[in-house]
């Protein structure tokens, strides 16, 4: 397995750098966000935090709930905290906004394939899911509820609060629902990397997916 850790390293830190390009690029293009980005403009529009930090900040609280629910944080874990803010922040500092809707539209739909790929690139890295993801199997373990149920009450919770503090959903927002979860799974297989034998489990990719993608890590 030894040999196949650079790979992986390069895929964690690829794919969590793009998905940060791809969370701004989203913003940048004003037609709405998916659920959680929705609740951390929220939130940085109710404070002085960049949204980088905001994502941060949130990532940690809750990885903090992670300790009641017994679940174990990776590498991917932490570096899924660490590294998907900066990076939003530095993109929106790089990138202007566009006026024009001709510009946006492609932009977003840019920024949703750019989001399947950097997805399928740090999970099949096989560093842990997200802090994120990993609620929502922890809540799904201890509650007996499924997957889907607890990912939609989760989401639709975050999304409701983030609308009050004056996060945007829109075309972007339904968009992303329907189309990171089969996007998600084709990166998935493409960027696959073979695990051991003995070696599966479940993954749970972050944002609208399918829920549980079995049998890539």
């Known amino acids: 397995m030894s040999d196949r850790l650079p790979r992986r390293l390069v895929q964690l830190y690829l ?10 690029l989203q913003l940048r293009a004003t037609l709405g966000l998916d659920p959680w980005d929705v609740f951390h403009q929220g939130i940085s529009e109710r404070t002085p935090l960049s949204f980088g930090t905001v994502t941060m900040i949130v990532g940690a609280a809750v990885l903090l709930l992670w300790i009641p629910l017994r679940q174990r944080p990776g590498l991917g874990t932490v570096s899924n905290v660490m590294v998907i803010g900066p990076v939003v922040d530095a993109t929106l500092w790089l990138v202007p906004a566009p006026g024009a809707l001709a510009v946006r539209i492609p932009l977003l739909a840019f920024s949703i394939v750019l ?11 096989r560093f842990g899911p997200g802090p994120r993801d990993g609620l929502m199997t922890g809540l799904h373990r ?9 990912r939609t009450g989760i989401e639709v919770a975050v999304l409701a609060t983030g609308l009050v503090l004056g996060g945007s959903a829109g075309v972007g927002t339904v968009l992303y629902a329907l ?3 089969p996007l998600s799974q084709f990166f998935l297989r493409l960027f696959a990397i073979p695990a051991p034998a003995g070696e599966g489990s479940g993954v749970v990719v972050r944002g609208g997916t399918e829920g549980r993608i079995k049998d890539l890590i």
């Open 142 to 150: 201890r509650t007996g509820r499924s997957i889907r149920l607890v």
């Open 179 to 181: 189309t990171i979860g």
């Open 115 to 125: 989001c399947g790929a950097a997805t399928g690139l740090y999970i099949s890295a």
């Open 15 to 24: 794919g969590l750098t793009l998905y940060g390009v791809s969370m701004a």
